[in-house]
């Protein structure tokens, strides 16, 4: 007979204490600490697990996104009020 393999939870957790976060968890944690309502249970994961360039590269990204669309709306509202 063979053998079959049980899941454990145990392990699982284990294992799930070496991946590092996916693209989505990364973008979720800048989000929620740019708005200043990060979970200290992410903000603990994102610091035990994740890797500074991902949250870096990643709130360089969001933070040039908000300053063109920030620039584009500005612009839009004042040609509107010059006609």
């Known amino acids: 007979m063979s053998e079959q ?9 284990r294992q799930d204490d070496h991946e590092r976060p ?5 973008l979720h944690s800048v989000l929620a600490a740019i708005f200043g309502v990060q979970s200290s249970g992410n903000r ?3 610091f035990k697990k994740g ?4 949250y ?9 996104a908000i300053v063109i669309a920030m620039f584009v709306v500005v612009n839009m509202v004042l ?3 010059g006609s």
């Open 44 to 46: 603990e994961r994102d």
């Open 5 to 13: 393999h049980k899941h454990d939870p145990e392990t699982d957790d």
């Open 56 to 64: 870096i590269g990643v709130y360089v990204v969001i933070v040039i």
């Open 22 to 26: 996916g693209f989505f968890q990364v």
């Open 79 to 81: 040609s509107a009020a």
């Open 51 to 54: 890797s500074a360039g991902d």
